[in-house]
């Protein structure tokens, strides 16, 4: 059983995040916890000066808000979003907050993800931990 388990979210595949957490109650140590994570991308440089809303303010909050309600209230579960590239920031958060189990959706890769690489790919290369990939049509 794992003691801390971390789900990453991304923002245009929410629908299987409660699958993910089915999957990952079943995994999870009695005393354990899970964490929902979303990791934003940082608006490049040439394309901020045009923008006026600042990233932190609005859209974190937003995300936050629908992380926590798909945790519903399993005080079990946190919440939490940063910034950054998300298959470094999934590795470097799982890293630092002790994760033992990551667990990551993938869809079935085309050849277009053979060469660029998925989310998913990126976790389990860089993770030091477990990582459990679930396909989206398991989802």
Do not use: W
């Amino acid at each position: 059983m794992y003691r801390h388990i971390l789900i990453p979210v991304a923002l245009d595949h929410e629908t299987l995040v409660d699958r993910k957490l089915e999957i990952a109650r079943h995994l999870l140590a009695e005393d354990g916890q899970i964490t929902l994570l979303t990791v934003l991308e940082n608006i490049p440089g040439f394309v901020s000066e045009f923008v006026d809303l600042k990233i932190d303010n609005h859209l974190t909050q937003k995300v936050e808000d629908r992380l926590k309600a798909a945790a519903g209230s399993d005080v079990r579960i946190n919440c939490k979003v940063v910034t950054g590239k998300p298959g470094v920031q999934i590795a470097a958060y799982a890293d630092t907050e002790r994760v033992d189990l990551i667990l990551v959706g993938s869809h079935h890769p085309s050849a277009q993800d053979y060469f660029l690489g998925s989310t998913a790919s990126r976790v389990v290369r860089r993770a030091g931990c477990s990582v459990f990939v679930v396909r989206d049509g398991d989802c």
